[in-house]
Antibody, heavy 124, light 112 residues
Framework: QVQLQESGPGLVRPSETLSLTCTVS????????WSWIRQPPGKGLEFIAY???????NYNPSLESRVSISIDTSKKQFSLRVTSVTAADTAVYYC??????????????????WGQGTLVTVSS | EIVMTQSPLSLPVTPGEPASISCRSS???????????LDWYVQKPGQSPQLLIY???NRASGVPDRFSGGGSGTDFTLKISRVEAEDVGVYYC?????????FGPGTKVEIK
């Protein structure tokens, strides 16, 4: 059973950089796509970014100028950085796997495994 | 970006009774290949979201057959044939037709 575990500081000061890591266990990091999604307290879900095992990336345009996603396949980890954070970046951050469920007919990725989520609070 | 809306936003249900959630997209999610690029997720209390339905109507692994997804184009429905107490949570539709993926606001299902 694939497991994903987020790690990183729970408190970040305004204007600083938020850094999170997701560790994958129980399965391969190769041949899948890996993603970050966040949920502000009491609100809905927002897609942030995803990365292929090859390093190809895709970002939400609303966050692209401040966000970067990276992957270290040897450590079975992928990471998220958000720069110049404000209170609006306070959220539970989830890492998730995008698996191709469309085979053999088409390519279609859905979020089939999620981490438990980690709350990041932006406050001075 | 594609805007997703859901109705109702709150749905009190009686165990054993059916339930239905509507999801609408601002643009068609139907591809020329005939597939609708839409997922349904549920976030049970205190848990992470989990995949229920993908490609509009395909149940994810382990999802009970009382859950079904339907619709096409811009109008979709998630149906629960007979609600059980364990089905409480917030249900989200999400489009994968166009980047960035966007979620609906969620429908909170609770027991009456």
């Amino acid at each position: 059973q694939v497991q994903l575990q987020e790690s990183g500081p729970g408190l970040v000061r305004p204007s600083e950089t938020l850094s999170l890591t997701c560790t994958v266990s129980g399965g391969s990091i190769s041949d899948h796509v890996w993603s970050w999604i966040r949920q502000p307290p009491g609100k809905g879900l927002e897609f942030i970014a995803y990365i292929y095992d090859s390093g190809r990336t895709n970002y939400n345009p609303s966050l692209e100028s401040r966000v970067s996603i990276s992957i270290d396949t040897s450590k079975k980890q992928f990471s998220l950085r958000v720069t110049s954070v404000t209170a609006a970046d306070t959220a539970v951050y989830y890492c998730a796997r995008l698996k191709n469920l469309g085979m053999p007919a088409i390519t279609y990725h859905a979020f089939d495994f999620w981490g438990q989520g980690t709350l990041v609070t932006v406050s001075s | 970006e594609i805007v997703m809306t859901q109705s109702p936003l709150s749905l009190p249900v009686t165990p054993g009774e059916p339930a239905s959630i509507s999801c609408r997209s601002s643009q068609s999610l139907l591809r020329s290949n005939g597939y609708n690029f839409l997922d349904w997720y549920v976030q049970k209390p205190g848990q992470s979201p989990q995949l229920l339905i993908y490609l509009g109507s395909n149940r994810a692994s382990g999802v009970p057959d009382r859950f079904s997804g339907g619709g096409s184009g811009t109008d979709f429905t998630l149906k629960i044939s007979r609600v059980e107490a364990e089905d409480v949570g917030v249900y989200y539709c999400m489009q994968a037709q166009q980047a960035p993926r966007t979620f609906g606001p969620g429908t909170k299902v609770e027991i009456k």
